[in-house]
């Protein structure tokens, strides 16, 4: 069943759908559970004969990414041929990593959004406008690079699917067979298996990024919210934040037990970002090699064959956008982590003289110190300086590989 077992609803799919509709930040989980499900590895479904189908889908990518690669191995020495092929190697090998994710880590993700679901508080309880604003720029902006990185994905993906049968009359990626696939039939065969395979591993890199980008993104949220409440627990501000997050228990609430449950938020927040971190980061680490890599043969094809040149240049700004957008949420996410103490102390505790008060007021602001950031398996945090070494490893890759080809001609 999805989420809790100890949830009794008939269809708890539907409820998260319907409840996380009411916020404005939370629905935007409604796109990655809507491309998810429609490519059968959305994680709170507990049905066989889906999870049988996304196996499937996943082993034949994997037969599709050995003789695909084969190709580039075999064409080694051959710069070019095989920098135009290394970047669809780069697509199939990021989709079947972020496959095997979801696939094997389902019981970790539905807990994620289990607790996003029902633990986290709602965006109305930020009472002042201006700060709602911003909040709803942190999920606006990363959505909007999302949906950029999408179309220039997709406008890619239409010329490497489409341009092989209408004028060359080859396959879709280029693959080193024990056979001859120019036969007749075999090549229909091959051809529409590698455009459906093609498609759904854009797909399912795109639902994963979609999902993986708006729970940063909401966590970003949960830690502005968290330093509102935080700023305000002595105020008469704060009344009103207890009211629409707790409901009835509101008018009894103390402000020790209001500080009580931030410190709960607090550490719901900092259990979320680890368990992102120990369930992604290999994902964040092959995204940097991938855009890496990906980025300096499509520089590089750019410019020794002006026929690919379209293709390429959306292929590179696809990589980029995808670069930016998993750097953006992850320095979002580790700027707000930082602020929550300064917002702690800002409470006005000179004027409260409860000594358990101050005593857990100084345990939230060093547990608030702590920074929070996810990172690739350690080596790189998701932060603009990540993004800005990137794209310097990206040149110089580049410089290496245009000399190498420069020497041979």
């Known amino acids: ?31 990655a559970k809507f491309m998810l499900e429609s490519l059968c590895i959305w994680p709170g479904s507990d049905s066989i004969i889906l999870q049988t189908i996304a196996w499937i889908l996943f082993w034949n990518l994997v037969v599709l990414q050995i003789f695909h690669a084969g190709y580039v191995l075999v064409n080694i020495r051959d710069i070019g041929k095989a920098a135009s092929a290394w970047i669809t190697v780069t697509t199939i090998f990021q989709a079947l990593l972020k496959l095997h994710i979801i696939l094997t880590r389902k019981k970790v993700l539905n807990q994620i959004l289990t607790k996003v679901w029902k633990n986290f ?15 709803r720029r942190y999920t606006m902006v990363p959505i909007m690079l999302l949906a950029s990185s999408l179309i220039c994905a997709h406008l ?87 009211k629409i997050i707790f409901d009835d228990r509101a008018w009894k609430m103390t402000d ?32 940097f090699a991938v855009c890496t890599s990906a980025n300096c043969c499509a520089f590089l094809i750019m410019k020794v064959d002006y026929q690919q040149f379209i293709k390429m240049l959306f292929a590179a700004v696809a990589y980029l956008f995808q670069l930016f957008y998993y750097c953006y949420v992850g320095q979002q996410l580790s700027d707000e982590s930082e602020k929550l103490a ?54 110089s890759f580049y410089t290496l590989l245009d000399s190498l080809v420069m020497e041979k001609e």
Not at 165 to 183: A, E, R, T, V, Y
Not at 273 to 278: L, T, V
């Open 121 to 135: 508080w709602p965006l109305c309880a930020v009472t002042k406008d201006n700060v709602k604003l911003r909040l």
């Open 342 to 395: 300064d917002a702690i102390y800002e409470c006005d505790w000179y004027l409260e003289y409860n000594r358990d008060f101050r005593k857990g007021m100084v345990l939230m602001i060093q547990r608030g110190q702590r920074k929070i950031c996810l990172t690739a398996v350690g080596l790189f945090e998701l932060d603009f300086s990540s993004f800005v070494k990137i794209l310097r490893l990206s040149f």
């Open 256 to 287: 020790n037990e209001m500080l009580w449950e931030c410190f709960k938020l607090h550490q719901l927040l900092i259990d979320i970002c680890d368990a992102m971190e120990a369930t992604l980061n290999r994902a964040i680490l092959i995204q």
């Open 1 to 31: 069943m999805f989420f809790n077992k100890d949830n009794h609803s008939q269809n708890p799919s539907q409820e998260f759908s319907d409840d996380i509709h009411k916020d404005e930040i939370k629905k935007c989980l409604l796109p």
């Open 156 to 242: 890619c993906n239409i010329i490497v699917t489409g341009q092989p049968f209408i004028i060359q009359h080859g396959l879709i990626l280029k693959s080193s067979f024990p056979f001859d696939w120019n036969k007749m039939y075999i090549y229909e065969v091959l051809y529409v298996w590698q455009y459906s395979l093609e498609w759904y591993a854009i797909l399912a890199i795109e639902a994963f990024d979609i999902l993986f980008v708006v729970l940063v993104a909401i966590c970003s949220v949960q830690f502005v919210i968290l330093q509102e409440a935080s700023r305000s627990i002595l105020s008469r501000d704060s009344k009103m934040q207890r």
